[in-house]
């Protein structure tokens, strides 16, 4: 396991739905593009209508979904000494560029470009390739720490808690919550892609707030995974702070 300082770690987790309520409201040419794509989803060997696929998988693909909430995590040395895990959200129902340049603004002036990883839960197949991508879509250049286009897997070199537990075993998956469990960790089990995308649509600013809880506590979640994986003991909940 890694042995890289607590400070230049920068925990990661992104919660996304579909950038439209429904499939009828998406453009249209992605539209067609959807129809497409569910051709070859496992999805379609049940009786699922596109729309209703677009409902429950649409926000997991950054073509047709977008991001409403990013929550990080960052250890912090108290004067006093010892650990504290600061946590931050950003959060927007309408205005996915901002979320994306208040991201950019905290990796360019709160760390060390050169030493900064980003960890997360499965975010070498998720969370880092989705933030690239819709950073792209909205024109903001992508910070030196993302900015691996052409890169090959092993290349990348954030840091994955799915990854790191599948100790070679490429076809081997764990959940966050399996892993929360091993290892004693507080979580409550979290919602899925189409319950993220109720909440979000029907619930308005409370569904929004939820689902930032939710963000929260995985990256939470996600540090103290990665803070058993160095077989150090798990943080308390006074050293656990929402800034």
Known sequence: MTTRPFKDILFVDIE????????????????????????????MDEDVSPAELYHYEGGLYAEFGRI??????????????GLELRVKSYASADNEQWLLEQFKELLNERFDQRT????????????????????????????????????????VPHLDTMEMWMFGNRKYTISLET????????????????????????????????????????VIATAQVYMRYRCQPLLKPEQIVVV
């Open 116 to 155: 900064l990883r980003l960890c997360s839960h499965n975010g070498k197949e998720f969370d880092f390739p989705y933030l690239c991508r819709r950073m792209l879509v909205h024109c903001v250049p992508l910070p030196e720490v993302l900015n691996f286009a052409g890169k090959k897997p092993w290349e």
């Open 179 to 218: 892993l929360a469990a091993l290892f004693h960790i507080p979580y409550t089990p979290h919602p899925e892609g189409d319950q993220i995308n109720s909440l979000f649509f029907n619930e308005g600013e409370k569904g929004l707030d939820q689902i930032v809880q939710h963000s929260q506590q995985d």
């Open 68 to 81: 409403v909430s990013i929550s990080v995590a960052y250890f912090h040395e108290k004067d006093e000494g």
């Open 16 to 43: 996304t739905v579909t950038a439209a309520s429904d499939l009828e409201s998406l453009d249209k040419r992605l539209q067609q593009a959807w129809l497409h794509k569910v051709e070859f989803l496992d999805w």
